[in-house]
Structure formats: C-alpha cells, structure tokens
C-alpha cells in the first residue's frame, strides 16, 4: 500500500529470482469499491491517518490485477486468498462479532 504500482512490481521480479520453489505470501489492500460497505469507513479513517503521518496509501489491486503482476513478475504458482475466506475459516464461531476488514487479501505466490 505505500509502494507506487511499478515498484510493488520490481519488488515481485526480485523476489521471484531468488531461490526456486521459494513461497511468497504478501498482503495487498483492495481497492475502496471492492470493500463491504461496512469497512469503507474504516479504511478512509486509516488513509487520512497514514497520509498525516507522512506515509499515504498510494497503491491498491484488484485480485486479478494482483495475480497478473505476480505472473509477471516470474511466479510459477499464484493464487489469491480473500480475507473474507479467511474471515469464514477463522472467525465464524466467534461469538463476539470480532471480523477483520474485507479490504485486505492476500497473495501467495511460488518461485
């Protein structure tokens, strides 16, 4: 979220040189329109303070803008896990309504 586009995508080419067979598993924040209307808010509350603090949010990728970078870039094996999966995996039985965002997935990607 704070790289530019081409620098998330040199960084990709540079970790997909290194040792074969190699696992990347990396975060990515999904773009506002693609979020529950729920978590929108939230995520303007953690732009405007990250842009206080010096540090905005300048990149966010759609799934499949993701996946292509990472094939791109030289990974053999890319896959995308949504954090909501996540969510229903690991948080369903929570009886405190506890949830994470859904504007925050995840890519693992092998070399």
Do not use: C, N, W
Not at 74 to 99: C, I, M, N, P
């Amino acid at each position: 979220m704070y790289l530019t586009k081409d620098a998330t995508a040199a960084t990709l080419r540079q970790l997909a040189g290194l040792a074969p067979g190699s696992t990347l598993a990396m975060t990515f924040l999904l773009p506002p329109e693609l979020l529950d209307d729920a978590d929108r808010s939230g995520l303007q509350a953690s732009e405007k303070g990250a842009r206080a603090a010096g540090m905005p949010f300048i990149s966010f990728y759609t799934p499949r803008e993701m996946l292509a970078l990472a094939r791109a870039a030289g990974f053999k094996d890319v896959q995308h896990v949504s954090g909501s999966s996540l969510a229903e995996r690991y948080f369903a039985d929570r009886t405190d309504g506890l949830r994470p965002s859904t504007g925050e997935d995840f890519l693992v990607a092998t070399a």
